[in-house]
């Protein structure tokens, strides 16, 4: 049984730093592209960021030089790391893993899905 938890959120204030994680099991996670998306109340979900299994990452542009994805096989983890945060930021933040190489910012891509974690940045 695949299963991919996230943890790390919580209510921090402008400027503020957060290092999101995403453990996963039931799966060969080295083989795996992990991706971030996040969903803010009222809105659509959005990508965030993907990191393939080489350690390639790409960004959304809302934070690209901000936030940092990377990735520990040796612990079947990858790590959002959130610098600056804004309010703008404030969202449920969701790990998930797909096998395909491309369409990495598409949500119908990833065949897992973490239940996610808050992230609230106040101003």
């Known amino acids: 049984q695949v299963q991919l938890v996230e943890s790390g959120g919580g209510l921090v204030q402008a400027g503020d730093s957060l290092r999101l994680s995403c453990s996963a099991s039931?799966?060969?996670?080295?083989?795996?592209?992990m991706g971030w998306f996040r969903q803010a109340p009222g809105k659509e979900r959005e990508f965030v960021a993907t990191i393939w299994s080489g350690g390639r990452t790409y960004y959304s542009d809302s934070v690209k030089g901000r936030f940092t994805l990377s990735r520990d096989s040796a612990k079947n983890t990858v790590y959002l790391q959130m610098n600056s945060l804004q309010p703008e930021d404030t969202a449920v933040y969701y790990c998930?893993?797909?096998?395909?190489?491309?369409?990495?910012?598409?949500?119908?891509?990833?065949?897992?899905w973490g239940q996610g974690t808050q992230v609230t940045v106040s101003s």
């Open positions: 039931g799966l060969p996670f080295i083989t795996y592209t």
């Open positions: 998930a893993a797909t096998t395909v190489l491309t369409r990495q910012q598409q949500q119908e891509a990833y065949d897992y």
